[in-house]
């Protein structure tokens, strides 16, 4: 992660409800794509298709099927972006 880019991301949650709201309701051309960059080489993934989401750690899981070899096989764990009082202090 680039340093000084946080305020830069979304929260899983918020692209999820996003996404959500935005379905159905607009033509489906127009429709965007909300996808999360993988860590370790995963690539980009739609945000709907994560294995699992823990809303309380922020720390979301997703799979990369579609990648040969072990990058195919590996489960590739997402982060939120730290909260804004957290990377004022550092932490």
Do not use: N, W
């Not at 294995?51 to 070899?69: C, H, I, N, R, T």
């Amino acid at each position: 992660m680039v340093k000084g880019t946080e305020d830069l991301r979304t929260p899983l949650r918020e692209l999820i409800e996003l996404d959500k709201l935005l379905r159905g309701t607009i033509t489906g051309y127009m429709m965007p794509s909300c996808v999360v960059d993988l860590p370790g080489g995963g690539g980009k993934r739609l945000v709907s298709t994560f294995e699992s989401y823990d809303e309380v750690s922020g720390v979301s899981m997703f799979k990369a099927p579609g990648l040969p070899g072990a990058k195919g096989k590996a489960e590739y764990y997402y982060h939120d972006p730290l909260p804004e009082a957290a990377t004022r202090t550092g932490q």
